[in-house]
């Protein structure tokens, strides 16, 4: 397939301004991970440089290798049982309103990583009080019962990506299912907890698909919903099918509310934290 030039409208700067340096020297000094670096998001420049960032528990390496992601793939090492307070440290000189945790997959471990995930939002909230928190977690193998055990912690917002439409999800994702997913989003919804989840475009979907996934997410009662698109990390990953225009991402948002969506984040450069703390509001 021919490469297909990058539109002006995705050029951005990286960053470098005063924000952006204290925040990579807070997370540096507590030897963090964060999704904006491994998964090369295109908005690390802004976000650093107004001090958020989204933390990313469990190590930086993942035990799956999906064809969209840049984290490191591989044999993970143990957990870093100082990491939730780390992490909690690093939100409070970050003096975040609103903190972002993301994981890598963690197959490997028993309980997926769950009880990682609780003594992070744990702890966050001690040394917090005041900051909301978000988690974006994996699926942990659709099991409902871990997936409780993070909703018992009561973060304010529970994130878990679909990333893309049905048909395209066996070759987009290395082991997650759409059902799966939805069955994810659906318990946390179950469990009276705000439900997130978000997509990419420009993978070779069509209108219609992502009409279907918005009804399905509607149907496990998640109401907030992102929709961002596809950039090829390297290039072993899945090429870009098609560059998205901005027109289309507004379009796409007016239906989505339409829909019943409570909030849509919907644009080129949206990622799944972008903005996050504006799903706590209305629309």
Same mark, same amino acid.
């Given at each position: 397939?021919?490469?297909?030039?990058?539109?002006? @409208?995705?050029?951005?700067?990286?960053?470098?301004?005063?924000?952006?340096?204290?925040?990579?020297?807070?997370?540096?000094?507590?030897?963090?991970?964060?999704?904006?670096?491994?998964?090369?998001?295109?908005?690390?420049?802004?976000? @650093?440089?107004?001090?958020?960032?989204?933390?990313?528990?469990?190590?930086?390496?993942?035990?799956?290798?999906?064809?969209?992601?840049?984290?490191?793939?591989?044999?993970?090492?143990?957990?870093?049982?100082?990491?939730?307070?780390?992490?909690?440290?690093?939100?409070?000189?970050?003096?975040?309103?609103?903190?972002?945790?993301?994981?890598?997959?963690?197959?490997?471990?028993?309980?997926?990583?769950?009880?990682? @995930?609780?003594?992070?939002?744990?702890?966050?909230?001690?040394?917090?009080?005041?900051?909301?928190?978000?988690?974006?977690?994996?699926?942990?193998?659709?099991?409902?019962?871990?997936?409780?055990?993070?909703?018992?912690?009561?973060?304010?917002?529970?994130?878990?990506?679909?990333?893309?439409?049905?048909?395209?999800?066996?070759?987009?994702?290395?082991?997650?299912?759409?059902?799966?997913?939805?069955?994810?989003?659906?318990?946390?919804?179950?469990?009276?907890?705000?439900?997130?989840?978000?997509?990419?475009?420009?993978?070779?979907?069509?209108?219609?698909?992502?009409?279907?996934?918005?009804?399905?997410?509607?149907?496990?009662?998640?109401?907030?919903?992102?929709?961002?698109?596809?950039?090829?990390?390297?290039?072993?990953?899945?090429?870009?099918?098609?560059?998205?225009?901005?027109?289309?991402?507004?379009?796409?948002?007016?239906?989505?509310?339409?829909?019943?969506?409570?909030?849509?984040?919907?644009?080129?450069?949206?990622?799944?934290?972008?903005?996050?703390?504006?799903?706590?509001?209305?629309?």
């Amino acid at each position: 397939m021919a490469h297909i030039k990058k539109p002006e @409208w995705l050029k951005v700067k990286l960053g470098g301004e005063g924000g952006y340096s204290h925040t990579h020297n807070i997370l540096e000094s507590h030897g963090l991970h964060t999704i904006c670096s491994s998964g090369r998001c295109p908005n690390q420049g802004e976000c @650093w440089g107004r001090g958020t960032a989204t933390f990313m528990i469990g190590g930086d390496i993942c035990t799956r290798s999906c064809k969209f992601c840049n984290t490191k793939t591989g044999k993970p090492l143990p957990l870093d049982t100082d990491e939730p307070m780390k992490v909690a440290e690093s939100v409070k000189l970050m003096e975040l309103k609103h903190a972002v945790v993301t994981s890598v997959d963690r197959d490997d471990l028993p309980d997926m990583g769950a009880l990682h @995930w609780v003594a992070t939002i744990n702890k966050i909230r001690e040394v917090n009080p005041a900051t909301t928190i978000e988690v974006l977690i994996p699926d942990f193998q659709g099991k409902p019962e871990l997936v409780d055990m993070v909703c018992a912690a009561a973060p304010e917002v529970i994130s878990h990506n679909m990333e893309t439409v049905r048909r395209l999800t066996p070759q987009v994702r290395s082991a997650a299912r759409y059902d799966v997913s939805l069955s994810v989003l659906a318990r946390i919804a179950a469990n009276g907890c705000k439900a997130k989840s978000g997509i990419m475009l420009g993978l070779g979907e069509t209108t219609d698909e992502i009409l279907e996934t918005m009804d399905d997410l509607l149907s496990a009662n998640c109401l907030v919903l992102t929709m961002g698109q596809y950039l090829q990390p390297t290039r072993r990953h899945l090429p870009v099918e098609a560059y998205i225009h901005p027109d289309e991402f507004s379009r796409l948002k007016e239906i989505a509310l339409s829909k019943g969506f409570s909030h849509v984040e919907s644009g080129p450069l949206v990622r799944s934290s972008y903005h996050a703390e504006n799903c706590l509001g209305n629309r």
